[in-house]
């Protein structure tokens, strides 16, 4: 099925817009009148433009508050569309989306708005143009799909259909029983279908619509669901993604065009109209890799919590710590980074690294080079949205390429055992990318995403969502919301599960390790909430440890210091604890911004 995508969402002039929805690959356009008002080119430049790049114009939108008014403000209505009708004859546009009317002239009257639209779709039939006729989820008396649709039903003319729009309709009601009727419209009078997600608010419609849409897959609506329904009536139309959204409209449309394309992609492969490489969702976190210009700090940290440096990159300035089935990557080569000591790659353990890899390509993630160095294995690797290397690993794994070969032993003591594995990475995101990212982690690497949650910072609220696959073996917690140059807020960290958070708190002081001081109101206030045997906070109190419980179990955790724009923490989940301590992120980000 033919993609497009409204102008609207995408942020710049219109000629930026319409050039990022091309190179994505969307096959046409929305155009919104905002954007056409505003360029300085003339309707047919922008036609032209159009198809120099290869899109079609499929729809000009939106005209507002025509129907079921009086005869004579009704007379000036079909003046207004009949200039817009001529704009779009020069535009070569020959779909017009017409919105349920929120104006208080409108009256309570189907018989009237079914006649007046019916005589403007007389005038746009004039001009080989089709009405489509959208129910907005605040229209004055039309605010339903079905509600559209009987007016248009009524009218019974051939230039008029309707508009279905996700949002709309999944605002109002995700009762799949109030959906069953999109299959009663024949799909040749669905004039055109708009597909947008949001997130699950509990806010006023109007409001919720024009600044918290985003593309499928990044909020909490069902819309491959509502999609299935639509193709049931045979509808043959564009899939187009109409995104009214605070972020999208400020960050660069490029980008952007490239998550909504994902975005429809993913989709047509849930509604079963496209074939993609199956998702090879990981099965653990093979290792993290911190870059730096200054490997000492990091390696006194890792040697503090119990790491023994076992192995040397053989062509490259990178080396493996190790203890237990946590692996850290040191790289100390040209990718070290001007601003210091970040957590910049992964290593993801999967089933199968080169389906992934192609799954990864399939959806428009830039695939690195499968070699480093002409001696390397030859490890998939692809980029996520904000650039972070993902390498998809088969770590020991027979006949396949094994990254742990590229390393050479080197002697060193044996780890201690406090840290079993990684636990979790946090992966903190640009303001830009927090739900571009969730789609990717999800649709691309196959991973779940949790709820999302707010988490209060001294300076700004973050909002933090985790993805994780079925046995809790890969969690990544991602968090955006961080001013651009806080860099407290913004250091990654990886958590390391132990079993027994105490003593390896313990080890890693004794060893000279400072762990992240936690005010005593912090303790006062566990004491309040929780009862704890004899000692048992002191001892909390005494390391900086913090706890939290939920449904399933304990959790107890506490912070290295922060090296750069990385940090490491201590984790112990017992009794099958899901979460990452969320209730102690405020305590611990204002612990951080005070050290530093
Ligand atoms: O927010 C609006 O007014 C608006 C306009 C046109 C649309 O297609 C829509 O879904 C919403
Ligand atoms: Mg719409």
Redesign the pocket.
Known sequence: MRTSI?TVSLSGSLTEKLTAAARAGFDGVEIFENDLLASPLTPEEIRARCADLGLTIDLY??M?DIEAVPAEEFARNLRRARHKFELMDRLGADTV?V?SSVSPLAADDDALAAGQLSQLADLAQDFGIRVAY?A?AWGRHVSTYDHAWRIVEAAGHPALGT?L?S??ILSRSSDPKDLEGIEDIPGEKIFFL?LADAPLLGMDV?QW??HHRCFPGQGGFDVAGLVKHVLRTGYDGPLSL?V?NDVFRQAEAGPTAVDARRSLLILQEEVGIRALPEPAAPTGVAFAELVTHDAEPVAALLAGLGFARTARHRGKPVELWEQGEARVLVNTGPAARRDGTSLTALGLESPDPAAAARRAEALLAPVLPRRRAAEDAPLDAVAAPDGTELFLCATNRPGLPNWRADFADVPHAPAASDAVRIDHVALTQPWHHFDEAVLFHRGVLGLDAQESVDVADPYGLLRSRAVTNADGSVRFPLTVGAAPGDDTAHARHIALATDDVVAAARRFTEAGGRLLPIPANYYDDLAARFEFADGELETYRDLGILYDRDAHGVFRHCYTHTVGRVFLELVQRDGGYQGYGAANAPVRLAAQHAAR
Do not use: G, N, T, V
């Open positions: 409204a939108q939106p507002r989306l919105c959208e907005l508009c729009d949002f709309h708009q109007l619509s024009r109409e009214f």
